[in-house]
């Protein structure tokens, strides 16, 4: 796999990436407008889940092209972006299931969730963040989590109502086993390291 990071540094290759996930992050928000209408203010920030975290790798790219790292934002990206890109293929397979069918947006979902999982990961190499870091962002995660499952803030899927207790179960988990990959993948000492230039 060690080919593709050559082209995974490209600038052209980082411009588009660029373009796809700021149209990606407008079109997130725009998505969840219709909540967001009904969103107490204090809680706004953490509605958007997904759009948030292609927003985190938004800056990323942006300090890549500028031959930068900025570490907070890397960690933000990286766990939001397996967390939400996870969850998101999961919750459109459940829909899947309890409905038998999945309309052309559950399918876009499922694709472009799981693409924003797999460009975090694969960006990985370049990342510098340290421990502080990711303990920022694992209060900012679980407190998401809490946000969403304590104050009913979750996105709303009013199919899988009935399984929202174990929806909850499930996200807590996965922002653990995401905070781990982070961990894995950027701080522990043997791991694979490359430069952006």
Request: no cysteine.
């Amino acid at each position: 796999m060690r080919w593709i990071y050559p082209l995974l540094a490209n600038r052209s290759v980082l411009m588009l990436l660029l373009i796809i996930n700021i149209a990606g992050t407008v079109y997130g928000y725009i998505w969840y407008g219709w909540q967001l209408k009904d969103t107490p203010a204090k809680f706004l920030l953490f509605v958007p889940d997904s759009p948030t975290a292609s927003l985190f790798f938004v800056f990323v790219i942006i300090a890549f092209l500028l031959r930068k790292n900025w570490p907070l934002m890397e960690a933000l990206a990286l766990v939001t972006l397996i967390k939400y890109g996870v969850w998101a293929v999961v919750m459109n397979a459940l829909v899947f299931a309890v409905q038998g069918d999945l309309d052309p947006i559950g399918l876009m979902l499922i694709f472009s969730h799981f693409a924003m999982a797999v460009q975090g990961v694969l960006y990985a190499p370049f990342y510098r963040f340290k421990w502080w870091h990711l303990i920022v962002t694992a209060i900012w995660t679980l407190h998401n989590d809490v946000i969403d499952y304590v104050f009913s803030m979750m996105p709303r899927y009013h199919m899988l109502e009935q399984f929202t207790a174990n929806i909850g179960y499930f996200t807590f988990w996965l922002s653990i086993v995401s905070i781990g990959a982070a961990y894995y993948l950027v701080i522990r000492s043997s791991r694979f390291k490359l430069e952006i230039k």
